[in-house]
């Protein structure tokens, strides 16, 4: 007879929502507070995407069964901010939060990119960059307004 032990993990994950990249993993729910802000983007995308890619992903997981689609499927799981290994995840709640970041626009020739600097450690974040990159059009015209 097998005897597994189950264990229960509960996080809180932080993604952006302009494309859904997770970006941050908290083992304790985090401090909010309300502050006055100036400029913010507005989400483009619905908290629904996020969960239904991580929930599509963790039913793929659990339908293959070669240990290169396992692999991969677990990999796609942690670039989620998902622990592995995991056999369920429920969400409790979405909460959209503005998380602080500074901007800074760099632009070489015809080439421009944003970096964002987390405004809470103060240190250059490498997903959000990409992201705010990615909808450099979008992050201009908001910040326009």
């Known amino acids: 007879m097998i005897f597994k032990k189950l264990i229960t993990r509960k996080i809180w994950n932080l993604y952006d929502a302009l494309e859904g990249e997770w970006f ?36 793929k997981l659990s339908q293959v069964v070669t240990p290169r689609a396992i692999t991969r499927y677990s990999g796609q799981l942690r670039k989620l901010g998902i622990p592995t290994p995991v056999t369920s995840i429920s969400f409790d709640k979405v ?6 970041f500074y ?9 421009e990119r944003i970096i964002g600097i987390d405004g809470v450690t103060g240190e250059i974040n490498i997903t959000i960059s990409e992201v705010l990159t990615k909808n450099l059009s979008y992050v201009l015209s908001s910040l326009e307004k």
Request: proline share 6%; net charge positive; glycine share 4%.
């Open 24 to 59: 941050s993993t908290s083992e304790k729910e985090p401090e909010l507070e309300e502050i006055k802000i100036t400029h913010f983007l507005q989400p483009r995308i619905k908290d629904v995407k996020i969960k239904k890619s991580v929930l599509e992903t963790l039913k």
């Open 95 to 100: 909460t959209e939060i503005y998380y602080p």
């Open 103 to 111: 901007l800074g626009f760099l632009k070489r020739g015809e080439k």
